[in-house]
């Protein structure tokens, strides 16, 4: 579990959600975006693969059909497509502009699909991420985290990705924890298998934490 967060009022107002599917992410993404509104703030609430126009014709590719329509490094590259787009349309322009940007997966999803579950090597997917992402890294990383069958007994199962297995979706899962033990700065783990005001009351208290404002 990563060290407590002290503020850190200089890093991007990016907040990304990540986790396995049944996390509760964009609930908790949701609820986050209206605390934020109340304290007076703009928020912009996106999602990935999409968030913009173009990057949503990509999702439809990545989301719909069966499990094995795409080679891993071919997914990869196609989601890393939908996420320079998003940048460029959506994310970057909103933080410009002094808005908050929450964000329903992002970067982190892609090395933990597409590297630790699928296999493509991670140090391309780094490499992949530095190029597209560059200084546009989020601020601040919660990693909603369960139980495998937990999660997949709360997920509908319509999409790809929810089809994959419990063998992916354990190391899927251990991909995540290993990103937030690399980067404790940024990464937040939260326990997701937990009632639904609780885990967002531990989300405002690392947002809190970490940015040093009051929710």
Known sequence: MPAPMGPTPRAL??????????????T???ILAE????????????????????????????????PGRWGPEA???L?????????HKVIRPALTAGQWVLCDRFADSTLAYQGY??????????QLR?????????????????????????ARQHQRYERMGVAFHQRLREGFQAIAAEEPERCRIIDASRP????????????????????
């Open 79 to 87: 989601h890393f497509a939908a996420r320079a787009e998003h940048l």
């Open 117 to 126: 579950g699928q296999g493509v090597d991670r140090d391309w997917l780094r």
């Open 13 to 26: 107002r990016f907040i990304t959600f990540e986790g396995g599917e049944g996390g509760g992410k964009s």
């Open 196 to 215: 639904l005001d609780v885990v967002a009351a531990d989300i405002r208290k690392a947002v809190a934490q970490r940015y040093g404002i009051a929710l």
């Open 35 to 66: 605390a934020l509104r109340g304290a007076g703030e703009t928020v912009v609430a996106t999602r990935e693969p999409g968030g913009s126009p173009g990057a949503e014709e990509i999702r439809r590719l990545l989301v719909e059909g069966e």
């Open 75 to 77: 997914e990869a590259l």
């Open 130 to 154: 530095i190029r597209v992402v560059g200084a546009s890294e989020p601020g601040l990383t919660l990693i909603l985290d369960l139980p495998v069958e937990t999660g997949l007994g709360r």
């Open 28 to 30: 908790q993404l949701r």
